[in-house]
């Protein structure tokens, strides 16, 4: 099968074709989302979260994005392979982008990297001069969670959703190939989304984006604690797994697991068992 890139993914575009985005921190799971026709596999800095188990992403770095963008990149064959800069990386200066980028492709095996916030047209040139495509990233960043107070919506009030409406602008002027919106309004997500030439990637951006993302943990309902609205859980995956891990331990304890069947006998050729 051929292989997404980022031009295939401009051709999605004008297609009218949607862009279907899943994150992935494992080469176990990664294979499983590129064998599902995924179009994009992006190695998140939410693996602070999902991974890590911290509240936000600020204490990612970028040797942790590099070990997981390697493990992943083991596994994907045919999906588009974005793995995010994280916090810090980027922001001190183009140079230290440029940088950071290189490192997520030569170390992380990244195709294309993702970076968060508007005003960062500088950064996003002198990658993309260095031939590393650059995904945007904009609305509710989870990297500037402590100036919003919060991972809430933006883009509600009128100068707000102004201001997202020339970011996006200025990120494609920059020579961004793509662009993610999240938790933002769905009719400014839809109207960003028609006024440019790149494709939009949504979260929490209702369904007039180009295309949509979803962190694996949440769409496979991993986590039952809490659903926040933006989620869809395509599966229950925590109770499954908990029932597995149960009926594991019980079976372990009562002495029925392992059975004849999964031991060895004293030679291959032994009735009871084969040394496989
Ligand atoms: O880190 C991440 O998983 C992301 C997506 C939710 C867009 O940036
Ligand atoms: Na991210």
Same mark, same amino acid.
């Given at each position: 099968?051929?292989?997404?890139? /980022?031009?295939?993914?401009?051709?999605?575009?004008?297609?009218?074709?949607?862009?279907?985005?899943?994150?992935?921190?494992?080469?176990?799971?990664?294979?499983?989302?590129?064998?599902?026709?995924?179009?994009?596999?992006?190695?998140?800095?939410?693996?602070?979260?999902?991974?890590?188990?911290?509240?936000?992403?600020?204490?990612?770095?970028?040797?942790?994005?590099?070990?997981?963008?390697?493990?992943?990149?083991? /596994?994907?064959?045919?999906?588009?392979?974005?793995?995010?800069?994280?916090?810090?990386?980027?922001?001190?200066?183009?140079?230290?982008?440029?940088?950071?980028?290189?490192?997520?492709?030569?170390?992380?095996?990244?195709?294309?990297?993702?970076?968060?916030?508007?005003?960062?047209?500088?950064?996003?040139?002198?990658?993309?001069?260095?031939?590393?495509?650059?995904?945007?990233?904009?609305?509710?960043?989870?990297?500037?969670?402590?100036?919003?107070?919060?991972?809430?919506?933006?883009?509600?009030?009128?100068?707000?959703?102004?201001?997202?409406?020339?970011?996006?602008?200025?990120?494609?002027? /920059?020579?961004?190939?793509?662009?993610?919106?999240?938790?933002?309004?769905?009719?400014?997500?839809?109207?960003?989304?028609?006024?440019?030439?790149?494709?939009?990637?949504?979260?929490?951006?209702?369904?007039?984006?180009?295309?949509?993302?979803?962190?694996?943990?949440?769409?496979?309902?991993?986590?039952?604690?809490?659903?926040?609205?933006?989620?869809?859980?395509?599966?229950?995956?925590?109770?499954?797994?908990?029932?597995?891990?149960?009926?594991?331990?019980?079976?372990?304890?009562?002495?029925?697991?392992?059975?004849?069947?999964?031991?060895?006998?004293?030679?291959?050729?032994?009735?009871?068992?084969?040394?496989?």
């Amino acid at each position: 099968t051929r292989r997404v890139t /980022a031009p295939v993914l401009h051709q999605y575009k004008r297609q009218g074709q949607r862009i279907v985005m899943i994150t992935a921190y494992d080469a176990t799971f990664a294979r499983l989302v590129d064998e599902s026709g995924a179009d994009v596999v992006l190695v998140g800095d939410s693996l602070g979260m999902v991974m890590q188990g911290h509240p936000h992403t600020l204490e990612v770095t970028l040797e942790h994005m590099c070990y997981h963008a390697r493990c992943v990149r083991r /596994a994907v064959q045919r999906a588009h392979l974005v793995v995010d800069l994280p916090f810090m990386s980027y922001q001190v200066s183009p140079e230290q982008a440029l940088l950071s980028a290189g490192r997520l492709v030569q170390e992380g095996g990244a195709e294309a990297v993702k970076l968060e916030g508007g005003g960062r047209a500088d950064a996003v040139r002198k990658i993309v001069q260095a031939g590393i495509p650059v995904m945007g990233h904009l609305g509710l960043t989870p990297q500037s969670v402590h100036e919003f107070g919060g991972f809430r919506v933006q883009g509600r009030e009128d100068a707000a959703a102004e201001r997202l409406r020339q970011d996006a602008l200025q990120l494609q002027e /920059a020579g961004a190939y793509a662009v993610v919106l999240e938790g933002i309004p769905a009719a400014l997500a839809r109207q960003i989304s028609q006024s440019l030439a790149i494709p939009t990637i949504g979260i929490g951006a209702g369904v007039g984006c180009d295309g949509q993302v979803l962190v694996m943990q949440d769409l496979l309902g991993l986590d039952d604690r809490f659903k926040p609205r933006f989620v869809k859980r395509f599966a229950e995956l925590a109770g499954v797994v908990r029932d597995a891990f149960a009926t594991y331990g019980r079976e372990v304890r009562e002495g029925s697991f392992p059975g004849a069947e999964h031991s060895f006998g004293p030679s291959p050729a032994s009735p009871g068992g084969s040394s496989e």
